[in-house]
């Protein structure tokens, strides 16, 4: 059975920090990229990062560049989302997302609500 579970989620300060964590498990992640989706209240889902399987590539939404990363430990089977200097248009929930194009298999996970108000 494939889960992924994020975790970190919560309310923060304008200007702080959180990490997401997302545990998976049911498949073989580091065959799998990984991802980090956000949705605001009343917009559609945005890719935020990703990450290839084994970590050598990595890519950002140009909203969250400098600000945001993200990392994967293979030998935990998670992957991270660092977020430093955030702001109140970082508010949404992040969902983690596994996917592998060449056989067209994609997870997601349940989301973690990040709020970001003084």
């Known amino acids: 059975q494939v889960q992924l579970v994020e975790s970190g989620g919560g309310l923060v300060q304008p200007g702080g920090s959180l990490r997401l964590s997302c545990a998976a498990s049911g498949f073989i992640f580091s065959s799998f990229a990984m991802y980090w989706y956000r949705q605001a209240p009343g917009k559609e889902r945005e890719l935020v990062a990703g990450?290839?399987?084994?970590?050598?590539?990595?890519n950002y939404a140009e909203s969250v560049k400098g600000r945001f990363t993200i990392s994967r430990d293979n030998s935990k089977n998670t992957v991270y989302l660092q977020m430093n200097s955030l702001k109140s248009e970082d508010t949404a929930v992040y969902y983690c997302?596994?996917?592998?194009?060449?056989?067209?298999?994609?997870?997601w996970g349940q989301g973690t609500q990040v709020t970001v108000s003084s």
């Open positions: 990450i290839s399987g084994v970590g050598g590539s990595t």
């Open positions: 997302n596994a996917a592998r194009i060449s056989i067209q298999r994609e997870y």
